[in-house]
């Protein structure tokens, strides 16, 4: 992955602008948030391989970032996304990463099922 | 002292489990020509850490951690690893009998003398309770007379107050640098977390030594239901 630029993710992101794609939406602050008193709960949701399809989509913010897609019935959004990479499946992997290195926030897109 | 063991069976969920918190205890096993069976539940895909600095993606840690497993077991002895291909965070969500089947198949095939997992209710990430759940109910169906042993790692903060002190508590000192050489295998998992030890065990010679004797045990409740 490398830091987000607008214009690549927004390039990426309208490749799967009206089609049938596949979405993984998570975030989470650790299992052991609680514990370790990083936060009074452990919070966490994730969604993989919802079948979704948006008409409208893009990336704001200066960094971290935000990325809302408009659905005919609703909406996907994700705040705090820091890095992009478009793997060699093409697949649009966006995270979020704090200064550890560790993933707080995750919003990726691909036109084939990721694997379970 | 280290009580003997026929053949210890370990059963956790994600990969490091083993690892964190254990793996001296595994390593002085193996030293001493205990086989040792390990079943991993998940290849922890939804990992938060993912190196520091990080190297992996969502879609690349399942790969990264089933590898960095790999070289753990190697590393601690361990000869036998068996995965159940379940997801991360959504082990309790099974249907635990389906769970205690699995489990009970690897027990009735390697007739271990203890099992080793966390204590119930006391594991505090979701996966480790419902896994060590299955492992009670797994055990819990035989003849009372064979039931291996089930020592319980418990991590809650009030461990302590409910369970009282540990049954068991091992001095791994004499395998520090496999325990630790084990914990570096988990590369995705423990960078930051060793980078910060380090960073304390600099600081003072008194945080040196509290981080050396926190190490250098490591403590179980036996789970008697």
Not at chain 2, 188 to 191: A, G, K, M
């Given at each position: 992955?490398?830091?987000i630029?607008?214009e690549?993710?927004?390039e990426a992101?309208?490749?799967f602008?009206n089609?049938?794609?596949y979405?993984?939406?998570?975030?989470?602050?650790?299992a052991?948030?609680?514990?370790?008193?990083?936060?009074?709960?452990?919070?966490?949701a994730?969604?993989?391989n919802?079948?979704?399809?948006?008409?409208?989509?893009?990336i704001?913010g200066?960094g971290?970032?935000?990325?809302?897609?408009?659905?005919?019935?609703?909406?996907?959004y994700?705040?705090g996304l820091?890095?992009?990479?478009?793997?060699?499946e093409?697949?649009?992997?966006?995270?979020?990463?704090?200064?550890?290195?560790r993933?707080a926030v995750a919003?990726q897109l691909?036109?084939?099922?990721f694997?379970? | 002292?280290l009580?003997?063991?026929?053949?210890?069976l370990?059963v956790?969920?994600?990969?490091?489990?083993?690892?964190f918190?254990?793996?001296?205890?595994v390593a002085?096993y193996t030293?001493?020509?205990t086989?040792?069976t390990?079943i991993c539940?998940?290849?922890?895909?939804?990992?938060?850490n993912m190196g520091?600095?990080?190297?992996?993606?969502r879609?690349?840690?399942p790969?990264i951690?089933?590898?960095?497993?790999e070289?753990a077991?190697?590393?601690?002895?361990i000869k036998?690893?068996?995965?159940?291909?379940?997801r991360d965070?959504t082990?309790?969500f099974e249907?635990?009998?389906v769970?205690?089947?699995?489990?009970?198949e690897?027990?009735a095939?390697v007739?271990?003398s203890?099992?080793?997992t966390?204590y119930?209710?006391h594991g505090?990430h979701p996966d480790?309770d419902?896994?060590?759940?299955a492992?009670v109910?797994?055990v819990?169906?035989?003849?009372?007379?064979?039931?291996p042993?089930i020592?319980?790692?418990?991590?809650?903060?009030?461990a302590?107050?409910?369970?009282?002190e540990p049954d068991i508590?091992?001095d791994?000192r004499?395998?520090?640098?496999i325990k630790?050489a084990?914990?570096?295998?988990?590369r995705?998992?423990?960078?930051a977390?060793?980078?910060?030890?380090?960073?304390?065990a600099?600081?003072?010679?008194a945080a040196k030594?509290?981080?050396e004797?926190?190490?250098?045990?490591?403590?179980?409740?036996?789970?008697?239901g």
């Open positions: 992955m490398e830091p630029r607008r690549a993710v927004d992101i309208s490749r602008v089609q049938d794609v979405l993984h939406l998570e975030t989470t602050n650790g052991y948030a609680a514990l370790r008193s990083e936060a009074s709960m452990a919070v966490c994730y969604i993989r919802g079948r979704v399809k948006f008409h409208r989509g893009s704001a200066d971290p970032y935000r990325v809302g897609l408009k659905m005919d019935t609703g909406w996907i994700a705040e820091t890095d992009y990479e478009v793997d060699e093409g697949r649009l992997l966006l995270a979020g990463h704090d200064g550890d290195g993933i919003l691909s036109l084939t099922p694997p379970m | 002292m009580p003997k063991q026929r053949h210890v370990a956790f969920p994600h990969p490091d489990d083993e690892t918190g254990k793996a001296g205890t002085m030293k001493a020509g086989p040792v390990l539940g998940t290849l922890g895909q939804m990992g938060r520091k600095p990080f190297f992996a993606t879609e690349k840690l790969m951690r089933k590898k960095e497993l070289d077991c190697e590393i601690l002895g036998d690893l068996r995965l159940l291909g379940l965070k082990v309790e249907d635990p009998e769970l205690a089947d699995r489990i009970g690897v027990i095939e007739r271990p203890m099992i080793l966390y119930p209710k505090v480790h419902a896994l060590s759940a492992t109910r797994a819990a169906r035989l003849p009372e007379d064979e039931r042993e020592w319980g790692s418990a991590v809650t903060k009030n302590r107050a409910v369970l009282g508590v091992i791994v004499e395998v520090m640098d630790l084990a914990m570096r295998a988990h995705s998992q423990s960078e977390m060793m980078k910060n030890m380090e960073a304390e600099a600081s003072s010679e030594k509290a981080i004797e926190r190490l250098g045990t490591e403590v179980y409740w036996i789970y008697r």
